[in-house]
């Protein structure tokens, strides 16, 4: 669910709880720093008063010996201001609990239990009442030993926590009253910080939107500053040249192919035509026939071939390898095309070492050698040698005629679709071939080249590796 909404709000969200944590986590350390800070000076106001109060008892000359006889109220009248009854008090005990002396309106009874009294035996303890009938509020009592006049006294001096807790209670409301606004006002700004984040990424996807295949050319507006933002534009940008180019050559493919097609289909609709047009002696229908046989052929290769084509554009061409031996292979292109060559006169020869292993998929490596074959008949002279040789663990097969060779300018593109030269070996074909023997090559994790040789004619190769990859 939280997934589907926009990244803003989530973000906002995000923030906000974060913002909530820390103000909650501010607000617990507030509360707790002052709690501590209050406890702190109550408990040192403590200290001092025990220590006036223990002053006081041990100068008094009122022959305590004689507790219960002591006039109730002396520390008051002669603390002066050392005691607001209101907010602090004291008296003085007995060993037995007897209120020897005390601040007005504490002398009625001991402000520590016995089980309390004995415990200040040990030293000073520090209590808290949750409530005193004398001040109606809760108070802190500090209880200390003293030993007087030869008597064990203790000396109990107490302090309201009333304005300690009221002090605490107004700094929790103003926390929870001045907290929500603090965090609404945070997201509102956060918010509007994301919304300004994302408004050039939402002005991009609107021209991202806006281009189209009929706009070549067009990029979206890179900014200034070098951040993410930018970096996303120039991605962008690459990505839309990247399928500009591939677009481009799709549609350059379904061009050169439309044309490679209309070709033989005209002729044969030609020739077909002209032999409809009138009575045609046997000699001249059978010419007909094969006429149109050969451009049948011809149509059938290259569909052949753009089924290639496809299935390499499609993913790595699937090959299904086998041991087989190279000269075997070179043997059986070259039967294949021996009567063709015999009657061009161009004898095919076969050339290697007697074993060289290689672990191909048979059937696709006569169609590569087979397109090598069919060029070299095509345009070069004979003889045409078909040849193996093996370099460290790279397999070479080279396909070498005595023609004219390739141009100079045809070279650097001989492996690329539907390109031919413009010179000797420019007739017929539809420049598919060697596209083929690269990609067969590919298939096999190796590559084609070609070359023209230093005493003439051309030599096309492809090198495979010996050994199947894992």
Partial sequence: MIARLPIRIRLTAVFALAMAVVLAAMGFFLY????????????????????????????????????????VGQIGGNSGESFDTDENFAQVLSSSGAVVDSTPLFGKGPLLTGAELSRTKNG????????????????????????????????????????RTDALSKLLAQLLIGGPPALIVASLLAYALASAAFRPVESMRRQAQAISA??????????????EVARLSMTLNDMLARLESALAKERAFVSDASHELRTPLTLLKGEL????????????????????AEETDRLVQLAEDLLVLARADQGRLPVNRAPLDAMSILESVRQRFGRRAFDAGMPLEVDGPAELALTV?????EQALANLVENALRYGRGPVVLRASRHGAIAELHVLDSGPGFTADFLPHAFERFSRADESRSTGGTGLGLPIVEIIAAAHDGSAHAANRGDGGADVWLEIPIQSPS
């Fill in 32 to 71: 707790t720093g002052l709690r501590s800070a209050l406890d702190e000076n109550i408990n040192a106001n403590l200290r001092t008063r025990a220590g006036d109060v223990a002053a006081l008892v041990a100068q008094s000359e009122s022959g305590l010996k004689e507790a219960a006889g002591a006039p």
């Fill in 124 to 163: 000073p303890i520090t209590l808290e009442r949750a409530l005193v009938p004398e001040i109606e509020s809760a108070a802190r009592l500090l209880a200390t030993p003293v030993h007087a006049q030869d008597q064990d006294l203790v000396v109990v001096v107490g302090a309201s926590l009333e304005g």
């Fill in 214 to 227: 009929l706009e070549p050319g067009r990029r979206l507006p890179v900014p200034a500053a070098h951040d």
């Fill in 273 to 292: 035509d002209l032999a409809l047009s009138r009575e045609r002696s046997p000699a001249e229908m059978a010419a007909t026939l094969r006429s149109a």
């Fill in 361 to 365: 998929d048979r059937i696709r490596l």
